[in-house]
Each structure stands twice: as C-alpha cells, then as structure tokens.
C-alpha cells in the first residue's frame, strides 16, 4: 500500500520513524509532507496515488477526495472528524478511524490551566508584575469548595470529573448517555439547565455536531452565575462566540477560558472573544503536548496495521 501523510504530525522525525517502523517493516510505501497547505489541486496531487491517506486537523472534502481514486482508508490524527467529508466517504466506501484517547491528559490539563488562569489572574498579575506591579486588583478565586460543571462525559470529560475532584470540587455531569464510571465516583448527572445554574466552573467537553453545535447559547448563558466562569477546550462551534463576548462585557458572568474557535488560527484580530473581557484564549492547543502528539502518531499507525488485518479499530465509518 502507499500511505500518504497530507500535512505533518507535529513530532520529530526521528520519532515518526519509531511510530510508522512496523508499517514500513511490511514493505508499505510511505510518503509524508513537511509542509500544510490549504490549496486543493496541491492535496489532490499529494493524494492521488494513495491507498490510505493520513491527516490530523487538515480538512478534507469532496473536492480533494474525488480526486484521490485509489484512497481505501482514512486514518484521522485527531479525535474529531468533522473536518472529513464522512458522508462523502461512506457513499465511495472509503473507511475512517480517528485517534480516539490520544491527548485525554493533555486536553483535561488544559482545561485547568485556563480555569486557574481566570480564577486567579494568572495572565493579568505576569502582565503587571513585569511592569513593576503590585497585587492590587489581582485577588482571584479558589477552585476548591466550587461546583464544576462537565458537559460531555466521554474519556476527556471524565478525566477532568476526576481531576475536579482531586481539587475539592463538588461534580456534576450532563451527557446524553450516563457512564457508571462518572456515577461511582458520586457524581450526579443532571439537567444541562441545572448544570448550568448551579456551577461555578462550566467545562465543555463534547464533539461537534448536528445535536451540540451551538449547545451554548444566549439563553444557555444567561442560566449561569454572575460569579461562573466557562471553559471550552471542546469545539468553537459547541460556543456562540458572539453571545459569550456579549455576557462578559455585560459582567453577566465573570471570565472565560477559551481553547478553541469556529475557525482555526491565526483569528481576525476582532474576533469578539480577542476583545472580551475577562477572558484567557490559547490558539487550540489543548491537544498539543509532547506526550499526545506522539501517543497519536502510533494510534494513527496501528490503525493502519488493524485496517490491513481486517479489524478496524477507532472506527468512524
């Protein structure tokens, strides 16, 4: 087979080498890009003699598939696909796996890292500090003895009910399926609504989709707590930006922690979340850690190897 990598995995060379060696040592050819382009001749080209093709967050659509004639098998860097064209796929029946669990630590540390950030200024004191500040102004919050609200309990989400918890959180959960892992840890699944009115701490952890796209909304806000704080380091199509941006000019809830757009960056610098108040924004990088990127690029492999076998794992379509 000829495996095809559109764009780069983020990791050194030398560990790709490690992570593709068992592909390589079945005698498959396989050709990666070091560089990301957006320009669909040049993806088509890139391609169009591929068996199995291998992307992270690169978009892929109708027009650059029908174009690659060859492609049997779809193997996503990422934990999301709605950046494939999945209902294109299953009419050719070409076959998609994702990299299911790959950055659940990274993704839940994050989380934190922005709720920290909001609750205690972290961002605003290095700011004043390096300009001979003071504390004054820069008294935050404790996480411990608050209601974090999870909103998604798939392995991410339940990473960070876990890691609540460790903080001296009180937990509750809202999914559209009940996990008995999340219910023995004594925490109550509840109502979205009741979630968010009883929370301190709203984290987003769900897919995009038909059902969550803009789950988050004016009405959705307006259910917080003035002194809440929201966290999305799931989807920028999860978030009504404009909404969001709205309450925190308004103070009508107190900060945001924001990972994750309706586009990728680089933002148009007046996006209304890059000029909200009380607001920490990273450039999606929750998934980005050293650890993650790698664990993907072996998930990505053995995805391949479990095709090849006839056992499909991580299996979208």
Not at 73 to 82: K, P
Not at 136 to 159: H, Q, R, S, Y
Not at 226 to 250: F, K
């Amino acid at each position: 087979m000829k495996i095809v990598i559109l764009e780069p995995l983020g990791i050194a060379s030398e560990k790709l080498e490690v992570a593709c060696a068992a592909v390589k040592a079945k005698g498959h050819t396989l050709v990666a890009y070091d560089t990301r382009t957006e320009d669909v001749q040049e993806l088509a080209e890139r391609g169009k003699d591929a068996d199995v093709i291998v992307i992270a967050n690169q978009p892929l659509r109708k027009n650059v598939l029908e174009k690659c004639e060859k492609v049997k098998f779809i193997s996503v860097a990422f934990t999301g696909v709605d950046h494939v064209d999945v209902a294109y796929c299953k009419q050719r029946g070409i076959a998609i796996s994702n990299a299911a669990g790959y950055s659940t630590h990274a993704v839940a540390e994050l989380a934190f890292g922005l709720a920290i950030s909001v609750l205690r200024y972290i961002p605003a004191c290095d700011t004043v500090c390096r300009k001979e500040g003071t504390k004054a102004g820069m008294i935050g919050t404790e996480l411990f003895g608050k209601t974090f609200g999870v909103v998604g309990t798939g392995a991410i989400g339940c990473e960070v009910a876990k890691i609540a918890q460790a903080f001296g959180c009180e937990v509750l959960a809202y999914s559209r399926s009940k996990r008995p892992e999340i219910e023995k840890m004594g925490i109550s699944y509840v109502s979205l609504e009741e979630l968010l009115q009883k929370s301190d701490i709203v984290s987003l952890h769900v897919p995009l989709s038909a059902q969550t796209q803009s789950l988050i909304g004016k009405e959705q806000i307006a259910l917080m707590k003035p002194n809440a704080i929201l966290i999305n380091t799931a989807r920028g199509g999860v978030v009504e930006s404009e909404a969001l941006a709205e309450a925190l000019n308004t103070e009508k809830i107190a900060g945001a922690g924001i990972d994750v757009f309706e586009t990728e960056p680089p933002l148009a610098a007046n996006h209304p979340l890059l000029t909200a108040k009380h607001t920490v924004v990273t450039p999606h990088v929750a998934f980005a850690s050293q650890e993650a990127l790698f664990t993907r690029a072996q998930i990505v492999f053995e995805n391949i190897l479990q095709y090849e076998d006839g056992k499909q794992q991580n299996i979208i379509c």
